[in-house]
């Protein structure tokens, strides 16, 4: 099966980072200071439970959150897979740490009561969930094949994840996952006393943004965005 063919009937696909990546020992020592560095909590932001957030600044600080996406030309990857151009809207750097999920089954976009609530026509998200520490773990978890069935009652959601089309990633330096972002997705809990470290890079179209991402977070990524494309 051609790539866009199983992206298009499974909601995922896996790109691997062989141009950059986490696997070099300085990239790697680096992001683990910033992780344990007590000094610069001001760099945070706490956002949801066991978990959190660079802030704005840090993230454009960071040139390696940018380099690691366009070095592997991921956006250029994601427009031949999805046969449209996207553009980057945002970009999370996340911290997870021991405890229950901070997100448990959901969509970013969904149908309540024949509304659509979040930003439609599909977003994309490619998610990378570097390998810091010794440790294995798993982070995200996806029911494939559920982008295409939106209109889904509570209790198909749930049932949807006890069936066999469940699939896990873990922590790796060498790939990534692109996911359509109404697919059900959830983040793992750990009882790992690790941090756990995920960078969320977010994509729509030019539609898309013009009807939901004009705020001045998503402006800036876009602006940088259009920058490097010229
Ligand atoms: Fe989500």
Redo the contacts with the bound molecule.
């Keep these: 099966m051609v790539n866009s063919e199983f992206f298009y009937q499974k909601g995922y696909q896996e790109f691997r980072l062989d141009k950059l990546n986490f696997s070099q020992d300085l990239i790697r020592n680096k992001f683990k200071e910033v992780i344990s560095d007590k000094k610069h909590d001001s760099k945070w932001l706490y956002k949801y439970k066991n978990t959190k957030d660079f802030e704005l600044q840090s993230i454009l600080d960071e040139p390696f959150l940018f380099d690691l996406l366009f070095k592997n030309e991921i956006d250029k990857k994601i427009n031949s897979l999805v046969n449209k151009k996207v553009f980057l809207t945002n970009i999370q750097y996340r911290i997870c740490y021991k405890g229950l999920s901070y997100?448990t089954w959901?969509r970013?976009t969904y149908i309540k009561k024949s509304k659509i609530i979040g930003p439609f026509l599909p977003c994309y998200k490619f998610l990378v969930f570097p390998k810091l520490f010794e440790e294995d773990s798993k982070e995200f978890s996806i029911i494939t094949e559920t982008h295409s069935r939106l209109n889904f009652s509570f209790i198909d959601k749930y049932f949807s994840s006890f069936k066999l089309n469940k699939k896990s990633f873990f922590c790796g330096n060498e790939y990534g996952v692109l996911m359509d972002?109404t697919t059900l997705?959830k983040a793992e809990q750990s009882l790992k006393d690790i941090p756990r470290p995920r960078i969320i890079y977010n994509f729509a179209t030019q539609e898309t943004i013009d009807k939901f991402y004009q705020n001045e977070r998503s402006k800036t990524f876009i602006d940088i965005h259009k920058k490097i494309l010229n």
């Design positions: 997100m959901h970013d972002t997705h």
